[in-house]
């Protein structure tokens, strides 16, 4: 199972913050660092202030060297489809093939106030054109033009450059870096991720819920001619995690949670719950899980998990 460190930096960090917790998580061990991608605190003041997502993985790129770097997930409202091509393809060529992207619909109306983006009642529709010219662009082959004329975006003639290093996980003929779905809709977003994703992940599952919507995107990918064992299923949890209760109670008091609430809901608890949580998705055929890290400065929680959990997950 991949162990990824995921990270809130709305919630007030800046960027030598999230630095020292990407080096960490490369020396640790772990496959991955991604972060959200959101511009307004949730709860708290955020100072000093939101940093860009992909601003964020351009520096990371240069300044790491082995872990994967992604979004978990960008909104398709920050940005029109044809630059956030351009972004993601250069900051995998930055960082030599080791980019992700995941993609939503968005979904926090205030931080669209607070910054003046358009925020549309129905945005279905984008995200679906947003994932059909993104990955246009990258697989059209080099002299070759992209066009598209749809309901929110019309490209004409794009020379659909740069490339991303990697070659798409779903036509490895072709340019582009893997994507990733998640929701919680019974059709429509399973139905997205068969089409265009290499990864369908759930955020924050409840645990009685994960068997049903997992059979939904694994039927998404029957009903879309896809083997449903090409798509990577992943889920995102909070990770609160001790040697001891005292531990966990403290770790879960700082970033504002019930210690029991939290050993409900995420990978938390002893060493030993964590390993058992960890395999009790495994056997959903879960074998990605985004570990949410909450407090940036508790790099010891980190050298815990991956220093004991990882090595008895396989």
Request: proline content about 6%.
């Amino acid at each position: 199972m991949d162990l990824r460190i995921f990270t809130e930096p709305q919630q007030g960090a800046t960027y030598d913050e999230l630095l020292t917790v990407a080096k960490a998580t490369e020396d640790l061990g772990f496959d991955a660092f991604f972060r959200s991608d959101h511009y307004l605190a949730m709860g708290t003041d955020g100072l000093p202030g939101p940093t860009d997502a992909w601003t964020t993985l351009a520096g990371l790129a240069r300044e790491t060297s082995r872990i994967r770097l992604g979004t978990l997930v960008s909104s398709a409202t920050f940005r029109h489809p044809g630059v956030l091509a351009v972004q993601v393809a250069q900051v995998d060529q930055m960082s030599g093939g080791r980019v992700e992207l995941g993609l939503g619909t968005g979904w926090f109306a205030r931080e669209h106030e607070a910054y003046g983006i358009p925020f549309p009642e129905k945005r279905f529709g984008i995200l679906e054109e947003q994932l059909e010219v993104v990955t246009g662009l990258w697989g059209t082959p080099v002299g070759s033009t992209f066009g598209h004329a749809g309901e929110h975006y019309t490209l004409v003639d794009s020379p659909a450059l740069p490339k991303p290093v990697q070659a798409s996980p779903l036509d490895p003929t072709k340019a582009g870096v893997p994507v990733i779905v998640g929701g919680s809709g019974p059709r429509r977003t399973p139905a997205l991720a068969a089409r265009y994703a290499a990864e369908f992940n759930l955020a924050f599952p409840a645990f009685d819920e994960i068997d049903g919507r997992l059979a939904n995107v694994r039927r998404a990918c029957e009903e879309a001619g896809r083997a449903p064992e090409t798509l990577t299923l992943s889920a995102a949890l909070v990770l609160c995690v001790g040697r001891d209760d005292a531990e966990v109670d403290r770790r879960a008091r700082a970033v504002g949670r019930d210690p029991q609430e939290i050993r409900g809901q995420g990978i938390a608890g002893s060493v030993a719950e964590a390993v058992d949580r960890l395999g009790e998705l495994a056997a959903h055929g879960i074998t990605r899980v985004y570990l949410q890290v909450l407090d940036l400065g508790d790099l010891d929680q980190l050298e815990l998990v991956g220093g004991q959990v990882a090595p008895q997950i396989g």
